[in-house]
């Protein structure tokens, strides 16, 4: 990960095991670093993979975001089905026929529910938003239901462009696929939720990120039909392919939402969702979002998103994952994955969302922080803590033996510091096994004040007017200060034990 990159760290040889730990969970998606999550030497796209799926010759041409001022794009869709009194129309007839319909079918609340949550989960990423027709010929979308085809063996979903003389998406569903007969598959997170975003996906113009297609002869593989490393569902909704060729592990569930490519494409097409000023976005526990996908519950709750925010001053994006007990890996920088509820990888950032603040739960977790300052909550469990090169992160490490570990002095400097609540002495710990001040050759150590002038010298500064200790490091050339400042706010006492060298 490029926020690594951009830092020396010292000697590795010397990391402690919660430096090892928190280097592995940064890399871990760093294909330099870890060439074998990559096993068949795909090429590697990037921030640029959403533009594979901009491939359809067909665009909304009167809905593309070109005017920075207009605030909403709509879509208005209509669905199909046997109780529908346009079903002998002309334009009807021959959608139905082109796309070798025989027979339509009824629908329950169920189906149509999942359908609109699918709809509603695409206006949540991107400057649109859908409205239900019950006018066939006022639609831009239409979703139909059958039970009978023509000469057509598989019950496969799919979807069909507009032409000039019906100017209308059409995705066609079979009530027949067994999937559709059990009510678990209409619940987030599985097939037919599935189902339903991937083809909405195609209805508002994006394509598969590679070339095939289900009714090609020969069934798609990654191995063969993948044209970059990123065509997986941790990716994309879009795609034919499982996430654990990006490594990624879903323990069998489905995404029901826009995934990260997904999200830069359909912004690409249509802009970046816009909301008031002041608004504060929760994910996970206590969530705000009234999303069942970004939703937790309890502690057998299984999230599934990639993170995505609209614009505006002061909007304020939380993970709370404080319900779970599985040991997590929360990373809050944009593109990352993190392993939340006992799943890997399954929840992502999209890139541009600033996430502020993340909670951690009962578990053993890894606390990531980006570059903007967060505030960082441990909650149980002992928690290793990195806070990023943003400054002003506000740490808290909660109940258990919790480790803050800092890799570069250009993480909370004078200027823009740290701050640790409530660090508990000789059960907490700083780690600075890794720490990278300007002299590869030397190591931190603590000196008396009087004597405090090399690179690596430090010592404890006492405040009795603030209530606080400060641990006050000397930086060398090259780093962005002279001085690592870290602040622990209503701790009884820090002492030099409590710190890994």
């Keep these: 990960m490029s926020l690594l990159k951009n830092h ?17 969970y940064l890399y871990y998606y760093d294909l330099n670093e870890h060439p074998e999550i990559n096993k068949f030497e795909k090429p590697i796209f990037g921030d640029k993979a959403f533009k594979e799926l901009l491939r359809r010759k067909f665009y909304w041409k009167d809905k593309q975001y070109e005017d920075p001022f207009k605030i909403d794009i709509e879509f208005r869709y209509f669905l199909l089905t046997s109780n529908s009194k346009f079903i002998n129309g002309p334009l009807v007839k021959e959608a139905m ?4 319909v025989a027979e339509l079918a009824t629908i329950d609340m169920n189906i149509k529910n999942a359908l609109d949550k699918s709809y509603e989960a695409w206006s949540k990423v991107t400057n649109i938003y859908f409205t239900e027709v019950f006018d066939y010929n006022k639609a831009d979308l239409v979703v139909g239901f059958y039970s009978k085809n ?15 003389k019906n100017y209308k998406f059409h995705s066609w569903f079979n009530v027949n696929n067994r999937k559709f007969l059990d009510p678990k598959c209409l619940e987030v997170n599985r097939n037919i939720r599935k189902a339903f975003i991937h083809e909405i996906g195609h209805q508002l113009c994006l394509s598969h990120p590679s070339k095939y297609d289900a009714s090609d002869k020969e069934k798609p593989t990654y191995e063969k039909k993948a044209s970059h490393f990123e065509d997986s569902f941790a990716y994309s909704v879009m795609s034919y392919f499982n996430e654990s060729y990006t490594g990624q592990d879903f323990k069998g569930f489905l995404p029901s939402c826009p995934m990260m490519d997904d999200i830069a494409a359909v912004q690409a097409l249509y802009g970046v969702k816009k909301k008031p000023d002041d608004i504060k976005i929760i994910y996970g526990f206590n969530s705000n979002t009234n999303l069942d996908y970004t939703t937790a519950i309890n502690e057998d709750s299984k999230l599934l998103f990639c993170a995505c925010s609209p614009i505006g001053e002061n909007v304020i994006n939380i993970f709370d994952f404080s319900g779970f007990k599985q040991d997590q890996v929360i990373n809050l920088n944009e593109a990352a994955f993190s392993d939340i509820g006992g799943l890997q990888g399954n929840v992502s950032i999209s890139r541009g969302c600033i996430i502020s603040a993340a909670i951690g739960g009962e578990g053993n977790d890894i606390i990531i922080g980006n570059n903007t300052g967060n505030r960082l909550d441990g909650i149980a469990g ?5 806070s990023g090169f943003g400054g002003y992160n506000a740490l808290y490490p909660g109940t258990g033996k919790n480790t803050f570990v800092y890799l570069s002095g250009n993480q909370s400097v004078k200027d823009a510091y740290d701050i640790i609540f409530h660090f508990k002495t000789g059960k907490d710990k700083v780690d600075l096994s890794g720490f990278y001040f300007g002299d590869k050759k030397r ?6 004040r009087d004597v405090f002038e ?20 000397k930086l060398g050339e090259g780093m962005r200060s002279d001085e690592f400042n870290l602040v622990f706010l209503y701790s009884k006492e820090v002492t030099e034990a409590d710190f890994i060298l």
């Design 8 to 24: 020396y760290f010292s000697n590795e040889s010397s990391d402690s095991d919660a430096v090892k730990r928190l280097k592995k």
């Design 150 to 164: 023509i000469g057509k063996t598989d019950l496969n979903p799919f979807t069909r462009s507009p032409n000039e």
């Design 454 to 473: 090399q690179p690596g010298d430090a010592y404890l500064k006492f405040e009795s007017i603030s209530n606080s200790i400060t641990l006050i490091i």
């Design 382 to 386: 002992d928690n290793i803590f990195y």
């Design 97 to 100: 026929k082109k796309a070798r």
């Design 443 to 448: 190591k931190v150590r603590f000196v008396s």
